[in-house]
């Protein structure tokens, strides 16, 4: 796989999850990368775990917010190729409790975030004639899940969006793709899901996370590397005629059940 190491990128949501990962990669790779994010105590942890990455404040769901850290990204990085997006927020509640702020903050950040940093990046994306986009949607844009109704639409929403961007952008050399990780419990939001299910179900952590290894086909949960793999990816110059997609990282999650009787056994595997 063949990542330019001239690349600029820059990571929203790049302060710690998938988003620091996919950064730390990219920088492994010799990409100069920006991360932005919306709590500067974050940022400045991340940075000090990585101290190659340029760190921004940035609230992805403010226009202005965000018009503001793309131009310090390619100041500081002298331009910008790579554009990932991982912000990403969530409420696990029944219909009757979400309110309309917590609706609204789930859509402004997972949604509202990706269309404002796209279009504020794709001219810089577009004169490079090497453009990469990838947005990290969910298993959760594919089908839905109860008590999750603001997230579901934000990430249905955002497959649909890099559609739309990928036929308008491919006529400058712009890529854009999605990932649909399932559930990562060593994440921020893989962490607050986690004590969501124990609370919900009374069982422990090492409970609920072997169920949660058992429900793929493959015989564990995601993990973060799962996605960052997939993401360079889609950066590589191996991708560069792939555009348009949303891929699964679901271990064959989305494969459906099995026979009765016939689950494959994975007693045996280090979850």
Known sequence: ?????????????????????????????????????????????????????????????????????????????GGLDTLICCAGVIHVKPLGEVSEAEWNLTIDVNLKGVFLVSQAASPALSASRRGRIVAIASDAGRRGYPMCHAYCASKFGVIGLCQSLAAELAADRVTVNCVCPAGCPTTGMGKALTDWKMRLTGRSESEVLGAMAKSFPLGRYVREDDVVAAVSYFVSDDAGFITGTAIDIDGGESLGGFFPGAEPRHESRTV
């Open 1 to 77: 796989m063949t990542i330019r190491r001239d690349r600029k990128a820059l990571v929203t949501g790049g302060a710690s999850g998938f988003g620091l990962a996919i950064a730390r990669r990219l920088a492994d790779r010799g990409a100069a990368v920006a991360i932005t994010d919306n709590a500067e105590g974050k940022l400045a942890e991340a940075t000090r775990l990585d101290p190659r990455l340029v760190p921004l404040a940035c609230d992805v769901g403010n226009r202005q917010a965000v018009h503001d850290a793309v131009g310090r990204a390619i100041a500081r990085l």
